[in-house]
Nanobody, 124 residues
Framework: QVQLVESGGGLVQAGGSLRLSCAAS????????VGWFRQAPGKERECVAV????????YYAYFVKGRFTISRDNAKNTVYLQMNSLKPEDTAIYYC?????????????????WGQGTQVTVSS
């Protein structure tokens, strides 16, 4: 079982950058695939990026490809989301999610473990 805590959100101007962190408790974090999701007001939650247990495989939603990078440091029990060239439409609460069943489960939004979210606001 893991607990996830996101940090790094904030207010940034369009074109700027932020790096989100998802810190996990537990000694077996390397056994979990992890993803970042976001939800804007009045919209459905959507998957942004997913990373496999060992970091070898990644998935990006088309609307962030080339701008966002997901990475992980299993020694630090942390997954990162580097967000560059931010746009106002990236404004949302960003959540990390983890699951030992792998990338597919996380990608489907069916992770057992979720963080509380961090707000990202991009001004125009």
């Amino acid at each position: 079982q893991v607990q996830l805590v996101e940090s790094g959100g904030g207010l940034v101007q369009a074109g700027g950058s932020l790096r989100l962190s998802c810190a996990a408790s537990g000694r077996t974090f390397s056994s979990y695939a992890v993803g970042w999701f976001r939800q804007a007001p009045g919209k459905e939650r959507e998957c942004v990026a997913v990373i496999s247990r060992n970091g070898a495989d990644t998935y990006y939603a088309y609307f962030v490809k080339g701008r966002f990078t997901i990475s992980r440091d299993n020694a630090k029990n942390t997954v990162y989301l580097q967000m560059n060239s931010l746009k106002p439409e990236d404004t949302a609460i960003y959540y990390c999610a983890a699951d030992p069943r792998g990338d597919g489960t996380v990608l489907a939004g069916k992770s057992d473990y979720w963080g509380q979210g961090t707000q990202v606001t991009v001004s125009s």
